[in-house]
Every structure is written in C-alpha cells, then in structure tokens.
C-alpha cells in the first residue's frame, strides 16, 4: 500500500529500545488479563508499516469523543511489520497493529502475539467484510487488489493492442515492456509471485522463465517501478507495463481523460488486518481502538488516504473509483496457511531463477 506519511517513524533502534521498557500503553494503564470492561482511556499505540496515513482530522475527532491519545509508530514495509511485532511477543511495542496482510498474516497467528477480539462495529457484518478471510486475532479493516497497470497512452501512440492476461506478458510483442518489484523487498512484488502460483500452480517458474526472456525488468520497489519506469504521461519513464494496484488508475486521469488501466485478469487481492497485540496493558483502550478502524469515519478516509478499499459496505467510496478502479471479478487468491507454508522457498527460487 502507498501514502504520504503524516506520523513520524521510530527507527529500528528506537523500536528495540522500546521493547525492552514497559507497554507503550505506559505504567497506568490497566494490565491485560484485568477487567476488560474499563472505560477506554488513556494512550494506545498503533504500530503500522511505513505507508499508513490517516487524515490529522480524522484522528484528531476520534480523540475528542473517546478521551484516548493515539499514538502512531511505523516500522517498515508488511513483512517488517510481522517480525516486529513476533521479535518483540511478550513485551510489546505497542497496543494495536495495523497492516499484516493476507502473505503474513498465518505466521503472526501461529506465532501467538495477538488477542483475539470480535468487534461489534457494524463493518463486521456488511458483505464486504464476509468476502476477505479472517483470521483468529485479525480483523480484515481494507482490502485491494495488485494488478498489471498499462500506459494507455503509450499502446495507442504505438498501435499496438493491450496484454490482457498474464500469459499475454510473455508474448514477443511485449518484450522489455515489463517491469515488476522484488517480492523479497516489495509487497506487491510478492502479491504478484503468489498470483502466478495460484494461475500457474507448479508450472509458475516456466512462467517466469518466459517473463525473464522477454525482458521483464525487476525494481527494488514500488515507488520506483512506478514513478521511475513507468512511461505513463506524468513519469515519463520507458516501460509502459507495470506492476501496481487496481486504485491506481484514477490518479493517472488528466482533463477527465484515463491514461492508464488495471488488468483486471492478473490481480491478486490484498488484504490488511488490525489486530490487539498481546501483552498489551491498555486492553479496553485496544477494543476501542479497532472499533474506530471499523468505523465508517475511517473506512471512508482509506481510499483518499491510502488507497484502499474499505471493508465497510456503508463507507464512501470516490465517485471516479467507480469508473476507472474496479476491483477484479475473480482475483487469484492463495489460503494463508499455503502462503506461510511456501513463502520463504517461493521467494528463493525466484530469486535464483529470475535475478541470478
């Protein structure tokens, strides 16, 4: 996911430190396993990945009504946001994490650091919430879809048509067209390997062994694939296939007129949890915590803030999303426990076959 950032980021070193003190939730905070039913009060520290943002207003209006200080720490992309948060089980860091995704989300639940909480906000029950997978201890709270971006722009300057599918990427009209991320240092990059296993099962390196001959080029993210390599009119870079999200294409509108699209055939749905870590020592301030995240206050503000779609059917979504950021019919999914299971020898031996 991607934002601007608003909150000030505590650095590896400041984290650790913190680890080794009390709960952020501070010394007068109520301790976990006590009355669960206190009023929520006091601070709770959100600890997110590097792209999170909320609207100051947002927050600032949930802190006037419930009488609690939120506190936002970031650290690292999804998949530094897990091991933090394991490196640290027993002694948290902080009350409440937001922003595992369905590539970790197995191994933090495995891993035992969270509570397990069912809120009663009504999001819980709205159709949108039912169609994302929960999880003991994680609540979905958004969800998109990572997909191949084309330049518009570029296909029709060039007369030539469109890719559709994946298997369309590996066709010579499309060679050194491509450029992906690294799903060793990029979560989209990841999402998109785990799209080609699920399209391609076992045959998912044959995939990318054609992908490699046709030219396919990799970034280290994906700012960089995107606002780097990207050709479309407001980057300028020279490939005009990219890998990026199903909500990007209505920030690439210009004069009412859509300069790029979503491949709707190569998505793979993303979704973010929050979840109470465990440990923590403000555990009412916690619920109340994730029951805003529900809230419809929040859920509205994802898309403008972060580009997301929210898990709320009652939330608003932005009337050009309609238009030009339709999420995918069928996206290509993989079970979490899957996921877990093959993550780490997926990424090896794409490494190895694609970067080697």
């Keep these: 996911m991607r934002a601007q950032r608003a909150f000030t980021a505590i650095t590896a070193l400041s984290l650790t430190a913190l680890a080794a003190g009390c709960s952020a939730a501070g010394p007068d905070a109520p301790a976990s396993g006590g009355p669960s039913e206190a009023p929520a009060s006091g601070v709770v520290t959100v600890l997110t990945h590097d792209s999170f943002y909320l609207p100051d207003a947002v927050v600032a209006a949930f802190e006037d009504s419930s009488g609690i200080d939120v506190e936002f720490v970031t650290t690292g992309d999804g998949g530094s946001l897990a091991n933090q948060i394991i490196l640290t089980k027993g002694a948290p860091i902080a009350d409440v994490v ?151 294409p209505p920030s690439e509108v210009i004069d009412g007129v859509p300069t790029s699209a979503a491949l709707l055939d190569t998505c793979f749905r993303q979704v973010e949890y929050t979840g109470i870590l465990a440990g923590t020592r403000n555990e009412a301030g916690a619920k109340a915590v994730i029951d805003w995240l529900l809230s419809d206050d929040v859920q509205s503000a994802l898309p403008y803030a972060m580009y997301v779609y929210p898990v709320s059917d009652t939330a608003t979504i932005p009337d050009e999303w309609l238009e030009h950021a339709p999420l995918a019919d069928s996206p290509w999914q993989l079970p979490p426990a899957q996921i877990e299971e093959q993550r780490e020898r997926l990424i090896l031996d794409w490494t190895a076959l694609v970067l080697d």
Excluded at 105 to 118: C, D, H, K, T
């Design 98 to 248: 937001y922003g595992i995704d369905n590539t970790f989300a197995s191994r933090v639940v495995e891993e035992g650091v969270l509570v397990e909480y069912v809120s009663d906000a009504p999001a819980t029950g709205s159709a949108a919430y039912a169609s994302v997978p929960s999880l003991p201890g994680l609540t979905p709270v958004d969800y998109s879809d990572v997909c191949i971006n084309i330049d518009l722009t570029w296909f029709e300057a060039h007369d030539v048509e469109p890719p559709v599918t994946l298997e369309d990427l590996a066709e010579p009209q499309y060679k050194d067209l491509l450029v992906v991320t690294n799903p060793a240092t990029s979560s989209p990059g990841l999402a998109f390997l785990l799209a080609t296993v699920a399209a391609f099962g076992d045959d998912w390196s044959e995939y990318w062994e054609a992908l490699r001959a046709n030219g396919v080029r990799v970034a280290g993210s994906w700012s960089d694939a995107y606002y780097v390599d990207f050709s479309a009119p407001n980057y300028g870079g020279d490939r005009p296939i990219v890998l990026s999200y199903a909500s990007s």
